[in-house]
């Protein structure tokens, strides 16, 4: 089942566990090798989060602020949630095919967590 993302917008839904409703986050959408590699770099906040395909690590070299990242398998299920501080460099994971980032504390409170299961819904194309 591969997933065929655009650069673009859209939205993360984070679905909660044990009855918790689920949490919709503005969405960014970088699937080109630009888009991928400027990523969060330059930048000094962030709305929402950022969706990396594919992409099974990160770094946080030239970066301004402390993001969470989560790494995603094909099925979008939650591998693995870390926290990163500037000027890291992030192991790859065997199984991630996508990595999500945003601010570091916001996936916590969006209850985003190992073993969790994600949802992106993009803008329909006009066509």
């Given at each position: 089942m591969g997933r065929r993302w655009r650069d673009g917008r859209g939205e993360l839904v984070v679905h909660g566990g044990d009855g918790q409703p689920s949490v919709r986050v503005?969405?960014?959408v970088a699937t080109s090798y630009r888009a991928?590699?400027?990523g969060?770099?330059?930048r000094d906040t962030l709305d929402g989060a950022i969706l990396l395909s594919p992409a099974n690590s990160v770094h946080t070299f030239r970066m301004r602020m402390p993001i969470d990242v989560a790494y995603l398998d094909r099925g979008l299920r939650v591998?693995?949630?870390r926290t990163m501080r500037p000027g890291r460099l992030g192991m790859p994971?065997?199984?991630a095919r996508h990595v999500v980032e945003a601010?570091?504390?916001?996936m916590d409170e969006w209850?985003?967590?190992a073993g969790g299961r994600v949802e992106v819904?993009?803008?329909a194309e006009d066509g």
């Open positions: 503005p969405l960014e991928r590699t400027k969060l770099l330059g591998l693995a949630v994971r065997l199984r601010m570091a504390g916001a209850g985003m967590r819904v993009v803008a």
